[in-house]
T-cell receptor
């Protein structure tokens, strides 16, 4: 079955860049996502990338996709204290009934002043 | 704005009790999902529904059931709560026609079973 893996924790200084990594096993993934969960809240979609792309940039966020290695990363430039959250990588594929997503375990990002 | 609401933010129940978790969405979404979130394990899909009265098992359905009598409401039922069902429960919904499958999440219900 599908599997999505992430490291558990990342600590970064305010103003530095953060890079969160994710690996997945399903080669038929059509979309890959980064969701953000702030303390006490549900998840919010941060960004997504279609599987035929290798990069997507959106303001401070850069998503890189290496399909050959099944590796996805999220880079946050000029990290702010408000970026402290849990970040989840997720994937879906065209055959998934009901638009199911498979999530990784989440990476807790702590931004230090 | 899409809104997904869950009936309780915190719930404490006793072992053996029947527990109902309610989820309502206001965007006429066809798909609705129940996940549980545990540290280091991420979100694991319990059940989902792609239409009224339709339900599909997710990855960890054991000990749970669901009900979808109306399009906007999706209920998760713990028939006889056990301590290993202590967790954060997240509901989500999505539009079937959405090209990139975005799911919208509720704030979660933290359930403690004593």
């Amino acid at each position: 079955g599908e599997d999505v893996e992430q490291s558990l924790f990342l600590s970064v200084r305010e103003g530095d860049s953060s890079v969160i990594n994710c690996t997945y096993t399903d080669s038929s993934s059509t979309y890959l996502y980064w969701y953000k969960q702030e303390p006490g809240a549900g998840l919010q979609l941060l960004t997504y990338i279609f599987s035929n792309m290798d990069m997507k940039q959106d303001q401070r966020l850069t998503v890189l996709l290496n399909k050959k290695d099944k590796h996805l990363s999220l880079r946050i430039a000029d990290t702010q204290t408000g970026d402290s959250a849990i970040y989840f990588c997720a994937e879906s594929h065209a055959k998934a009934a009901g638009n199911k997503l498979t999530f990784g375990g989440g990476t807790r990002v702590l931004v230090k002043p | 704005d899409v809104k997904v609401t869950q009936s309780s933010r915190y719930l404490v129940k006793r072992t053996g009790e029947k527990v109902f978790l309610e989820c309502v969405q206001d965007m006429d979404h066809e798909n609705m999902f129940w996940y549980r979130q545990d540290p280091g394990l991420g979100l694991r899909l319990i059940y989902f529904s792609y239409d009224v009265k339709m339900k599909e098992k997710g990855d960890i359905p054991e000990g749970y059931s669901v009900s979808r009598e109306k399009k906007e409401r999706f209920s998760l039922i713990l028939e006889s709560a056990s301590t290993n069902q202590t967790s954060m429960y997240l509901c989500a919904s999505s539009h079937q026609g959405n090209s990139y499958n975005e799911q919208f999440f509720g704030p979660g219900t933290r359930l403690t079973v004593l």
